[in-house]
């Protein structure tokens, strides 16, 4: 018998079969009846408080991330972590690391028969404080993240971007102090990781550091705030982001006295095209960011690649 499964965006990604029905990191209200939501980590825009009145599957680092987000957890969670592999609502599931940020994961399911691997957001490349993801292969479906999916974004050596961090905080701390610019949950534990005693943490960062095992500094002179707003007066201004990796981006905050380090805790244009390469799906969604420029790179390099459908454009996977 051939198996069917529909797949589409809205606000969260949805995919329906015979046998079950879910959401992955919805942003807004869940459509429709679903048996369960998968989470992939814990950033604003992949969970919301929609998600809570339904049955949640997440690590146990995402779900203290939602709570201190949230100042609460879904009552109905299922805690899972890289290696494991259940079943629920009649869908088996099996975890992988994404590499992105703590806690971070990605799903392969099997749905009626279709192995569909979801990858959230994801580094290649890992970090301090992460693994990096591997490609699992051949799935029927690969959701890929196209967030850097433009040629335009070709990241430095890690080791390299945090050589340049650690160089500025060496030159810029003993004059004026240092604050650097880091998203609060991922990036900012990342930063404190690499710079330990010798950094402290505004008051949200702290929080997210302390839900997730983070040591911080408690000198005055280095500091990682959640964004250049919350600098203190007078201190040499870092913003730690991948956007940097484009020269000109990077060029233009120098001009406003701001040094810009490409630090991501995502794959570059590079790094997503070698895993699906190595990946070898039947098909590839793309989603988030430059989600068309990547599918169109991907079909030029032989892939069946598409954005993912929008909830008009339900899309059937036959197998
Ligand atoms: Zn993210």
Known sequence: ????????????????????????????????????????????????????????????????AIE????????????TAPGRVFEVGGVEVAVFDAGHIVGSVMY????????????GDYSVYG???????????????????????????VFPNKADVYNELLDLVERHAGERGVAIAAYPLGKAQEVSALLGSRAKAHPLVARYNRALG??????????????????????????????????????????RGIYGVPLSDHSDYVGLIEFVNASAPKLVYTVYGFSERLARSL?????????????????????
Request: proline share 7%.
């Open 214 to 255: 983070i040591r911080s500094g408690t000198d005055g002179d280095v500091v990682v705030v959640p964004s250049l707003k919350a600098a203190p007066p007078g201190f040499v201004k870092v913003e730690a982001t991948g956007w940097y990796s484009d020269e000109e981006y990077r060029r233009r905050s120098a001009e």
């Open 127 to 153: 970090s301090i404080l992460t693994d990096g993801a591997e490609p699992v292969e051949k799935p029927d479906i690969l959701i890929t993240e196209a967030t850097y999916g433009d040629p335009a974004y």
């Open 1 to 64: 018998m051939r198996q069917c499964v529909n797949i589409y965006w809205n606000r969260g990604i949805y995919v329906e079969g015979r046998r079950a029905r879910f959401v992955v990191d919805p942003v807004g209200p869940v459509e429709g009846p679903v048996d369960f939501v998968l989470v992939t980590h814990g950033h604003s825009d992949h969970v919301s408080r929609y998600m809570f009145k339904h049955l949640v599957v997440a690590t146990a680092e995402t779900f203290k």
């Open 299 to 319: 079909r030029r390099l032989g892939h069946r690649a598409y954005t993912i459908p929008g909830a008009a454009g339900l899309s059937r996977f036959l197998k």
């Open 108 to 119: 392969l399911v099997e749905l009626d028969g279709v192995q569909i691997l979801i990858t």
């Open 68 to 79: 201190v987000k949230f100042g609460g957890v879904p009552p109905r969670r299922l805690v």
